[in-house]
């Protein structure tokens, strides 16, 4: 089945002009009659065809989400809503939990829908879904997990930045063992996180293994776990986690063992509900630009329909807020 890019390519115009003709805008005689001609020929997808020209904008973007419960993905979509209440647009919001079934069949249903743009959450890469999106001649974001297809734009916070800078601190205060909490390197931003803290090692001349990383679920239970190995069997004096639920378990962990941080020890975490100011001694903390995100990726998208621009496979980087408190203490208490 032929793709807009290839109608484009056949017709002679860009690929953002296809989609202003499927989506019913006025375009200049010549290039209408190019792209006509272009579909009629390589057939590309008719009923789809006949069913854009028939109506107008629908006024709605698909938001396809991986994990409601994500505190992250909830302040992001709750910023998309409200930039596109303002706007006048609605928000057609689906989940698909990490099954890639799933996936794949809401991405369709929302394209079959009409959506006038789309903003993927922890999207998963499958060549189904490269082809529907690059068939549909929609807008199209994708956030958290970037989607290496050229049809779509990737919107990111600057996890890897952001643990690399923390860590350079922490070696600078004198810690040249630093415990580390991260999660499943299954998924972009673990990986893109725990790559930041082993560069600052590499940065510093420090070998890599004096990172000493556990690895585990989510879970505050897994967190609490896991501290009590890095303080009681790795004799661990500096701590980041790079997990807001393995960051709760982790501060329980230290309060059972009576360990004051910013005291008795180096400690630093991410936070997404911002409740650094929350705790005494106060936490240094990496929170993720949930509102920015949010805010951007909704003037992002409305842009892109508003111009008939398709995305293009760049990535931008949102820079995340560190709060840079007292509970990183030098070896000697400095």
């Known amino acids: 089945m032929s793709t807009i890019q290839e109608v484009a390519k056949r017709a002679g115009v860009s690929a953002g002009t296809v989609s202003r003709y499927l989506n019913g ?3 200049k005689a010549s290039n209408r009659i190019r792209v006509e001609a272009a579909i009629k020929e390589l057939g590309y997808r008719s009923n789809y065809l006949a069913r854009s020209l028939r109506s ?3 006024m709605s973007i698909g938001l396809l989400i991986n994990n409601m419960l994500n505190h992250f993905a909830v302040s992001v979509v709750a910023q998309v809503e409200r930039e596109m209440e303002l706007n006048d647009y609605n928000i057609i919001l689906s989940g698909f939990r990490e099954d890639r079934e799933v996936f794949v069949r809401k991405l369709e249903n929302l394209i079959d829908r009409r959506v006038d743009g789309l903003i993927l959450f922890e999207a998963i890469e499958d060549d189904r879904a490269r082809r529907l999106l690059e068939q549909s001649g929609i807008p199209t974001l994708s956030i958290s997990n970037p ?3 050229s049809c779509v734009d990737n919107m990111l916070a600057a996890n890897r930045a952001s643990c690399r800078e923390v860590t350079r601190r922490m070696i600078e205060a004198g810690h040249e063992r630093i415990g580390i909490l991260a999660a ?4 972009y931003v673990s990986r893109e996180r725990l790559a930041g803290v082993l560069e600052a090692f590499d940065e510093a001349g420090l070998p890599r293994k004096n990172a000493v990383v556990r690895i585990g679920g989510y879970e505050r239970e897994c967190g609490y776990r896991d501290m009590m190995v890095l303080v009681n069997e790795d004799g661990m004096d500096c701590v980041f986690v ?5 960051s709760q378990g982790a501060q329980q962990a230290l309060n059972e063992l009576g360990l004051r941080i910013g005291e008795d020890i180096s400690f630093a975490c991410y936070d997404y509900l911002d409740t650094k100011t929350y ?6 903390t990496v929170c993720p630009p949930s509102i920015e995100i949010g805010s951007r990726a ?3 998208i409305l842009s892109m329909i508003e111009e008939g621009r398709l995305g293009s496979g760049k990535t931008t980087y949102t820079d995340e807020d560190i709060a840079w408190l007292p509970s990183i203490i030098g070896l000697k208490g400095c």
């Open 242 to 246: 790079l997990n807001y639920g393995r």
């Open 298 to 300: 909704a003037r992002e």
């Open 147 to 149: 989607l290496p297809y």
């Open 56 to 58: 107008k904008q629908s």
């Open 184 to 187: 499943s390197q299954d998924e």
């Open 25 to 27: 805008h006025q375009l």
């Open 279 to 284: 705790f005494h001694p106060s936490i240094t």
